[in-house]
């Protein structure tokens, strides 16, 4: 807080005038002294009376509009909002079905033991907080790349694939978004439906975002021969985004004779096939058959880029850990790629953290480690198959006029009911439940104690009777 003599005072009434009432300067001040300038010569009566200073901006603002008047309210996260709905439900039975963290069969958070292990290796070694390197740590980038693109990957052997380490796969859509931009796309491709993240990832990043088709609501199935059909008349050239497994939002992925016709078809357009990988391990359980695609279309000659999430399949979701990669012609040219995103990393975040990539790299050097999340990752994927048939099953014995075999044809964390908007809006109201507008369920929040209760009120809100 600034205190003027009353000399300074008298003088500053002169310059500013009379709005200037206050003795004292301070964060509740009526006036501001916005910048302050040694005086290199003599003369003046202000800077002598402040110790050799002028003032080249003094402004008066009692009444002043704020600097952020003009900024409206942003409307809330879909999901992040539906949280703060739920958290403030004090309905006892109530249901948060909308955001993607898998939880227990207790309804809560889980991490797996292995993690747990690796944590407290790492807190013996009392490691330091140094930062990483632009790309990240270097062993975790190449666990990582092994992880996907599989241990005799040929590329790999090659050097022809380079990767940096992300800030999850949310950092890694957004840095590859704007080295597509910088390098002439203009547009890219995604499913539609896709992750709602998506959409505005890219587009900050400058891309026009278009769709191409991938779910028929009507059979609640894959709508393969508009996909197909789309993806012919993209522009040669165009990036294409693929969700490598466990599509989110609808769960429902191609076959593996439905990849490789994707594949040719992605050939035929020369399209750049850009992979979300966000779920490897946790869809099936089996790491190596949810990274079958990504690995076909590498073995099919593609020169794909992949970005991949350790938020689920790792239960790390708030160590913010992911990779962004691309498969290279050549050693050279994937040397060259790598240093244009490491120049679009540096000013946005300058480099990832280390600790869950620590953690990360901790469990996948070693193969007794690997093989104890492979087995901790199958049984939470066994916990979301066997939630998926109890919710079949009930509403299925309550008599619904509706088919739900696709809850279990489906795959990951969601399953894609077909509920309209108001059907969930009224499941929402009446029943406490809360998932996402376009009726998308996480079957991690659903448990042993809550399927009935949730079968009962889906039952309700879609007969109307």
């Known amino acids: ?187 890219i491709y995604v499913p539609n439906p896709t992750w709602g993240n998506h959409i505005p990832i890219f587009t900050n990043a400058g891309l026009e975002v278009r769709k191409y088709r991938y779910y028929d609501n009507a059979t609640s199935s894959l709508d393969f021969d508009h996909l197909i059909e789309d993806m012919k008349q993209m522009p040669d050239g165009s990036c294409i985004l693929l969700h490598a497994c466990a599509h989110n939002p609808t769960g429902m992925d191609p076959t593996p004779e439905q990849w490789k016709k994707i594949s040719n078809a992605a050939k035929e357009k020369n399209l750049l096939p850009f992979f979300d990988c966000a779920y490897q391990g946790f869809a099936s359980g089996d790491a190596r058959k949810d990274a079958a695609a990504v690995r076909m279309f590498v073995e099919d000659g593609h020169k794909i880029a992949l970005v991949q999430s350790f938020s689920k399949n790792f239960g790390l979701y708030g160590q913010r850990i992911g990779a962004l990669s691309i498969v290279a012609d050549s050693p050279e040219e994937a040397q060259r790629v790598l ?88 499941l929402r109201e009446k029943h406490h439940i809360y998932c996402t507008l376009d009726g998308r369920i996480s079957m991690a929040g659903v448990t042993s104690k809550n399927v009935d209760y949730i079968a009962r009120a889906i039952y309700d809100v879609t007969e109307k009777k």
């Open 1 to 187: 807080m600034l205190i003027l003599r009353s000399s300074t005072q008298s003088l500053l009434r002169r310059s500013i005038g009379t709005s200037c009432a206050s003795t004292t300067l301070g964060a509740r001040s009526a006036i501001a002294i916005r910048s302050l300038v040694p005086v290199g010569g003599g003369g003046a009566t202000l800077p002598s009376l402040m110790g050799g200073w002028s003032t080249t901006t003094v402004r008066g603002f009692a009444g002043a509009p704020s600097p952020w008047a003009e900024f409206p309210q942003a409307p809330p996260d879909p999901i992040i909002g539906l949280t703060e709905a739920y958290l403030s439900d004090d309905f006892p039975e109530k249901v948060n079905v909308g955001v993607g963290a898998y939880r227990c069969d207790q309804g809560m958070p889980f991490v797996l033991p292995v993690v747990r292990e690796a944590e407290n290796e790492i807190n013996l070694e009392e490691v330091d907080h140094e930062y990483s390197g632009i790309a990240g740590c270097p062993n975790f980038v190449n666990l990582a790349l092994r992880f996907c693109y599989g241990e005799d990957s040929v590329p790999l052997k090659e050097k022809r694939v380079s990767g940096v380490q992300t800030l999850s796969g949310t950092g890694g859509l957004r840095v590859f978004g704007e080295v597509l931009h910088q390098f002439g796309h203009k547009h």
């Open 339 to 426: 240093s244009q995103l490491k120049v679009h990393i540096r000013p946005s975040y300058s480099n990832p953290p280390r600790h869950g990539a620590r953690i990360v790299s901790k469990i996948l050097a070693s193969k007794e480690k690997t093989d104890q999340f492979v087995k901790q990752c199958m049984g939470m994927a066994k916990r979301i198959d066997s939630m998926r048939s109890k919710l079949r099953t009930a509403l299925e014995e309550l008599g619904s006029s509706r088919a739900w075999d696709h809850i279990t044809k489906q795959i990951g964390m969601f399953a894609y009911s077909g509920m309209s908007k108001d059907e969930v809006i009224e």
